[in-house]
């Protein structure tokens, strides 16, 4: 959308500018791979990425497993984990962006 040039080709460019020790979190895209290069160092970065989907849709995986809606068993999780409830409970209690 924001790119009327590549609208209809079925790709995406990505621009993402990183502070000093930024991180990008683990995440998926549902509906597309991603091809992401940037610099490694102590500065602020700058990644491009490439998509093969105009819409790849994103899902961050900490959101998705310790903040989902319904959230999944505190249980379930210490075991796929393997660390103990508390843990579970501290990670389910952070502030998680919204997934949209």
Known sequence: MQLPGLNTL??????????PY??????THPRATEVLVF????????AFAGLSS??????????????SNPPIKNDVLA???QVDKKVIDYLQAQF?????
């Open 10 to 19: 079925g790709i995406s460019l990505v621009r993402i500018d990183y502070a």
């Open 22 to 27: 930024g991180l990008n979190p683990p995440h």
């Open 39 to 46: 610099n490694v160092g102590h500065t602020d970065a700058v």
């Open 54 to 67: 105009q819409n790849p849709g994103t899902i961050t995986i900490a959101n998705a497993v310790f903040g």
């Open 79 to 81: 075991k796929a984990f």
């Open 96 to 100: 998680w962006m919204d997934n949209n």
